[in-house]
């Protein structure tokens, strides 16, 4: 699950009369979540699972009054697109998050100039491609979004649509999808986490703007009454608005020196014999590679060097970017776990058992693959494992996961000692 297949056209966010001529465009499509779970589509033939991907026609009953974007102080009313508080502001339904165009030719991108909207109308029937819009729809009658899934073009189908558990959701997606449900996911829970926030300058409740890419502070709007109040400071300078965050957290795969044997730890967390690669936040003031040093020392007592970069993933749980990362270690050292006493248990495996534990995963069927939280609910700091229901001589993330991507590099030859890569990752 990563990389960035949309085209998230971040200039036109605050343009109020693309989102809302997009949003009516037949060929936008809608993920809807509750409480994070994606609504999946099921085939009754092949069981295979997808992401339901419903029309504005179908959500329009959840969606509020139009226009959907640049709402006024009440419903049905239209802000001035030239005021800067009020850039695609929405105040009136559930926050919306436009998640970017899936292009039918990605090598040929259009630029899509926020100057070519001066008739957005005909702008947005150029456009060659589906647009994504997102929404939360935790907080709607049930009787209604359970109408609006029931009766949606989808359902007509007889695919079974279904809120799902997001971590189970998400080993069932294709690349493009796992993707979408990445961005997606990360940004509704973002605003939903925010729903109920106030501004951090002064206090006052905050409102989404850019199709649910920024909060501001409702003290700034221009029917907002602050008797007696001194301007809000987030009205001055770079501060004036609150950003989607998004945190690092790096994930290693620690070799020996020969490069023959990885060391692989056991959160106290995991499930029974569930093994992986060590991880951990970024802290501040820290390179990527001063995180994981700081961090191996601390999980396992172990000095590392040699710290090179694989690859990234977005994990959606709730903003995480993951950084893989492959180091090298001397083990002649005791590997100990009573530092901060995060893990039960931390060894060396070999090529040979690494493989054969892949062996296990490689040849059980997908219905067997479950998200280790379907399990044990607890919640673990980076959050990043699969178990398979089989019985391996111990188990480990799917390739589903960047760690078990780390692994399976490793273990198929393709990472060396001293980190150098072979042939094409």
Known sequence: MGGSPLNRLSWLRPSQSFLNALVISPATRWILFKSGMPLLATNPDTEKRTLALLTTNDVKPLLGPSPYFGQGQNPGELSTEETPVLEAVRLHGPRVVFLGLEERDPTAASALPSSDFKEPEVAVANIDGTPYFAVDVADLEEDKV??????????KSDVKLAFTDPRTAMGALDVFAAAVFANARSMVDWNDRNKACFCPACGSPSYSQWAGWKLSCTALLPWADNTGKKPCPSGRGLQNFCHPRTDPVVIMLVMNETGDKIILGRNKRFPPKFYSALAGFVEPGESYEDAVRREMWEEAGVKVWNIQYHSGQPWPFPANLMLGFYATADESESIRTDLDN??????????????????WVSNTTNEKIVSAWTEDKTETQSGINTVVKAESPFKMPPPTAIAGVLIKHWAEGKIEAGNSVKGHL
Do not use: G, I
């Not at 359970?146 to 359902?155: G, I, K, N, T, Y």
């Not at 995060?342 to 062996?359: I, M």
């Open 146 to 155: 359970d109408d609006v899934v029931q009766h949606s073009e989808l359902a």
């Open 342 to 359: 995060e893990l039960e248990d931390a060894r060396w495996y070999t090529r040979e058992e690494v493989l054969t534990s892949l062996s």
